[in-house]
């Protein structure tokens, strides 16, 4: 799906026109670039992480020619996705045949470390001497 198709996407599923659909993913992606090129990460629950990484400099080899080249250190833009995007896309969450793929607020799979309690330990009776 590109950009073009994602509008129309957009359009049909918020019942609208296609300049407010257009006007809406590209303010979207404004943001996220935006946020990221300063150094924030920008969290869609559900989905993922936007983040800005830095790369270390390094030397590398030119293939051709064989002679070291310094490489400078840089940003990338990088994607993390969240929990329940894996889960979906890997197919261990079924998809909702309506309504939104991922659910705001809820993780893929429940997690029990959340909800343990913590019991006392039972103790061995002190011995006799």
Known sequence: MNKAELIDELTAKLDTDRKTATQAVEQLVDSIV???NKGESV???????????????????????GETVKVRAT???AFRPGAQFKAVVSGKQKLAASGPA????????????????TAAKKSTPAKKT
Do not use: C, H, M
């Open 75 to 77: 940003s990338v833009p």
């Open 43 to 65: 969290t869609i629950t559900g989905f993922g992480v936007f983040e800005k990484r830095r790369r270390a400099p390094r030397v590398a080899r030119n293939p051709r020619t």
């Open 34 to 36: 935006r946020a990221v």
């Open 102 to 117: 991922v659910k705001r607020g809820s993780g893929a799979t429940s997690t029990t470390a959340a909800k343990k309690t």
